[in-house]
């Protein structure tokens, strides 16, 4: 069944899953950290007119302005829709913004700075998003400085493979300027 209302999309889920609201003014109240993903979930489907099983969204992270869940749909893939919800330091819903569909480039220079804090994530969707693997395949280091300039060392791991390395590259603002595989050291 599709959503037409974002907040019915949301209230549907959390109340499938054993939750209930009490009207329009509950969904305004704090949204408990353990139903954020759920209630993401429901406003993505909502926005996007897909299944609920259809969207893939990743475990909750807290950030200086609160909670965000990254998510995207399809599951997998390379042509990927990715989109965050961000929720308030008192876990009330605030929006769902989209990232962007991606078709597997590296991209590059297109975006606003990212915050290092946020660089490792960053990297690991748009690594992801270029190499058509699951985000939760993709892992990452730490943003390093070096040279005024930010990278973020990752991998992911192919059947068959030991692991492909990859390196996302900031520039002193922040600004993402591109992904690439990564020779061995």
Known sequence: ????????ASARLLMASGLTLAGSAALAAPVAEG???????G????????????????PLQRSGSGYVVYGQYPQQGSNVTRFECHYSPSRTFQNL?????SGGSSGGGTGGAVAVADMPRYCQDRAASKFGQNPSNVTTKPAEKNDGR???VG?????????????CDFDKKGVFQGVKKKEDD
């Open 1 to 8: 069944m599709m959503f037409r209302s974002a907040r019915h």
């Open 35 to 41: 139903d954020m993903l759920k209630y993401c979930q």
């Open 43 to 58: 406003e993505a489907a909502s926005k996007f007119d897909v299944s609920p099983r259809e969207i893939l969204t990743m």
């Open 97 to 101: 913004t989209q990232s962007g569909a």
């Open 150 to 152: 930010y990278k973020v």
């Open 155 to 167: 991998h992911y791991a192919r059947p068959g493979h030991n692991g492909d390395k990859f390196v």
